[in-house]
T-cell receptor, first 112, second 117 residues
Framework: SQQGEEDPQALSIQEGENATMNCSYK?????LQWYRQNSGRGLVHLIL?????REKHSGRLRVTLDTSKKSSSLLITASRAADTASYFC????????????FGGGTRLMVKP | GAGVSQSPSNKVTEKGKDVELRCDPI?????LYWYRQSLGQGLEFLIY????????KSGLPSDRFSAERTGGSVSTLTIQRTQQEDSAVYLC???????????????FGPGTRLLVL
């Protein structure tokens, strides 16, 4: 079964608005990563946050991590039509190797 | 090359046939991963190679699936006696492996879309 659950499963917003996606997971983690996927092709790494970090920024992206609630959020500010994609959170579980365990993903559509 | 490459891009096969999928990781990356993405199961880990260590095969769904990595570089995922439920996108990723954020990031190839008729 998947480690993470993401919500919403789908999100539609207007260009310029902010998009927030949430991810929950079940077990203790080493780090949590967010990936983007366009049209069912390869995944592009966006940002990695470690279990001892609470917030990270990268350009228009902001990621938070709450290990007490086993949850993370990805915020995309000032969205653009080009941000339309599927976004996945993935965790590296403690003492379980370095493979990623993915959530179900959020399909984001940004309307111009 | 600049990134992870996979071949073929698309593969259509008949039920019961064997298929081989290839992955060329980024040069110098010691870790290589195979994942599968299907409509019903989402993104699933299959197998992981790290340097010369024995691979972690814990994600392989059945003994029809196997993978090898020759010379610590190119990897081949083989599916024997394919079934319709094997239809999916097979994604390969590599990483340098280490303790920095950069080294833990996995870099994905474009995937091979497999359709079993």
């Amino acid at each position: 079964s998947q480690q993470g659950e993401e919500d919403p499963q789908a999100l539609s917003i207007q260009e310029g608005e902010n998009a927030t996606m949430n991810c929950s997971y079940k077990t203790s983690i080493n780090n949590l990563q967010w990936y983007r996927q366009n049209s069912g092709r390869g995944l592009v790494h966006l940002i990695l946050i470690r279990s001892n970090e609470r917030e990270k920024h990268s350009g228009r992206l902001r990621v938070t991590l709450d290990t007490s609630k086993k949850s993370s959020s990805l915020l995309i500010t000032a969205s653009r039509a080009a941000d339309t994609a599927s976004y996945f959170c993935a965790t590296v579980i403690n003492n379980a190797g370095n493979m990623l365990t993915f959530g179900g993903g959020t399909r984001l559509m940004v309307k111009p | 090359g600049a990134g992870v490459s996979q071949s073929p891009s698309n593969k259509v096969t008949e039920k019961g046939k064997d298929v081989e999928l290839r992955c060329d990781p980024i040069s110098g990356h010691t870790a290589l991963y195979w994942y599968r993405q299907s409509l019903g199961q989402g993104l699933e880990f299959l197998i992981y190679f790290q340097g010369n260590s024995a691979p972690d095969k814990s994600g392989l769904p059945s003994d029809r699936f196997s993978a090898e990595r020759t010379g610590g570089s190119v990897s081949t995922l083989t599916i024997q006696r394919t079934q319709q439920e094997d239809s999916a996108v097979y994604l390969c990723a590599s990483s340098p492996e280490g303790r920095t954020s950069y080294q833990e990031t996995q870099y994905f190839g474009p995937g091979t879309r497999l359709l079993v008729l």
